[in-house]
T-cell receptor, first 114, second 111 residues
């Protein structure tokens, strides 16, 4: 158990819809990262938050947005969903003090868009 | 920008074979380097790490040497076991605390 909690574990929805994925980081971790894992695509970095502020953006589509709340949990919002958005979405957290040395991943949210 | 390139696709050694999974990185900074492992149905987890040049990460018989001169961090093991089967990701963390991952190498050890 990494200490990172993601909900829901599975989600099935239709094209054009909007979903929200939720992540609670490990206790004490200030940084939250979102990654997308598609078949044969590895881990694509989407976005990073640190203590409520956006720190870095990766290959995140304009249809996607995220935020980190004062209690440090984070949400990833995916809108106008397309078939190609079907993937595993991972949240990870880290202490983020200097070179922290490790990301702790949740078990992922599997999104299926039909 | 920062990036990581590793052996692509699937590797299919037999039990007892030696293993090398290549990893090369590109960055203008002084990164930490990692290998993460992902088992079916789980998120990736740290397998081993090296925080600076010439450090060697070790775990469960696997080793990787941080080589700054060749910008490499190859994962090696003398004798693989069936239980080593998983997907392995090479990654770097730059001084901005951003993590970049390779595309993953699926290791399937044939018993």
């Amino acid at each position: 158990d990494s200490g990172v909690t993601q909900t829901p574990k599975h989600l099935i929805t239709a094209t054009g819809q909007r979903v929200t994925l939720r992540c609670s980081p490990r206790s004490g971790d200030l940084s939250v990262y979102w990654y997308q894992q598609s078949l044969d695509q590895g881990l694509q970095f989407l976005i990073q938050y640190y203590n409520g502020e956006e720190r870095a953006k990766g290959n995140i589509l304009e249809r996607f947005s995220a935020q980190q709340f004062p209690d440090l949990h984070s949400e990833l919002n995916l809108s106008s969903l397309e078939l190609g958005d079907s993937a595993l979405y991972f949240c990870a957290s880290s202490v983020d003090s200097g070179l922290s040395g490790e990301l702790f991943f949740g078990e992922g949210s599997r999104l299926t868009v039909l | 920008g920062d990036s990581v390139v590793q052996t692509e696709g699937q590797v299919l050694p037999s039990e007892g074979d030696s293993l090398i999974v290549n990893c090369s990185y590109e960055t203008t900074q002084y990164p930490s380097l990692f290998w993460y492992v992902q088992y079916p149905g789980e998120g990736p987890q740290l397998h081993l790490k090296a925080m600076k040049a010439n450090d060697k990460g070790r775990n469960k018989g696997f080793e990787a040497m941080y080589r700054k001169e060749t910008t490499s961090f190859h994962l090696e093991k003398d004798s693989v076991q069936e239980s080593d089967s998983a997907v392995y990701f090479c990654a770097l963390e730059n001084t901005g605390n951003q993590f970049y991952f390779g595309t993953g190498t699926s290791l399937t050890v044939i018993p």
